[in-house]
């Protein structure tokens, strides 16, 4: 009996370590899915947030923009130079909104988790945190912009586009085939991992040293925060202009 017991006790020991998880969620049910709402409540207020703040800045457009829309339009323009650069002078302009878009809601996502007091809001399970702390938040992000390199690629070339698999040798096919496949998985896991490690690293020193020492820790987190908006928003870019051109 002990020698039928060991494989089935093995493998109830297996299915216990699958539904290990990384801290705890507050779930939704949602269509007979499970889906994790504080991640939807902090992306729903990051949302407000960025169209409560468009919709102030341009309410009153100025022929010579002063205030808030001056430093809409500079935003703007950086949006502009960004997406030229990675995808160029000729293909750029209808990729201007989603670039900005993603960088701005990075950006928003990666300040909230530092500037905003989620933990003074109590949930039954959980806890409130950026969106970016999730990675399903990431891997979302990242696969919007596979989908959106593959159009890109395939709006501009047709079926012709995988023809750049093969390229220069078809030697190179599973490479190229597995490219695709770790732009998304570098994307989401460089931004996830990022902004987990520095919530913990501030929650760590808060916990140890509340005073003083976490200070200049928050404002690195700031500025590191920012650094990864502008590293996807970068990527994101180049992958598009990539897929446009053909094979580098």
Excluded: C
């Excluded at 001056?70 to 997406?83: A, G, K, M, S």
């Excluded at 003074?120 to 399903?136: F, M, R, S, V, Y």
């Amino acid at each position: 009996m002990d020698i039928v017991r060991s494989p089935i006790s093995t493998l109830n020991h297996i299915y216990e370590i699958s539904g290990v998880e990384v801290g705890q969620h507050f779930y939704w049910q949602i269509g007979g899915f499970q889906v994790h709402g504080q991640v939807l409540l902090t992306s729903w207020v990051v949302i407000a947030v960025l169209l409560g703040s468009a919709t102030i800045a341009v309410r009153d457009p100025q022929t010579i923009p002063t205030g808030g829309q001056n430093f809409v339009e500079y935003i703007l323009e950086f949006f502009r130079d960004l997406t030229r650069t990675q995808i160029g002078e000729e293909e750029y302009g209808p990729w201007v909104p989603f670039i900005g878009t993603m960088f701005l809601f990075i950006f928003v996502s990666n300040w909230s988790g530092a500037l905003l007091p989620w933990g003074i809001l109590k949930l039954p399970q959980g806890e409130l945190a950026a969106p970016t702390n999730d990675i399903n938040t990431t891997v979302a992000l990242a696969l919007l912009t596979s989908v959106a390199y593959f159009y890109a690629g395939l709006t501009k070339k047709g079926l012709g586009y995988f023809g750049k698999y093969i390229q220069p040798t078809p030697i190179l096919l599973p490479i190229n085939i597995l490219e695709d496949f770790t732009k998304p998985l570098s994307l989401s896991f460089r931004l996830f991992g990022n902004i987990l490690a520095d919530e913990l690293v501030v929650a760590v020193l808060v916990s140890l040293v509340p005073l003083i020492v976490p200070i200049p820790v928050m404002f690195l987190g700031l500025f590191t925060s920012g650094i990864q908006a502008l590293i996807f928003a970068t990527l994101a870019a180049a992958y598009i202009g990539e897929s446009m051109e053909g094979h580098h």
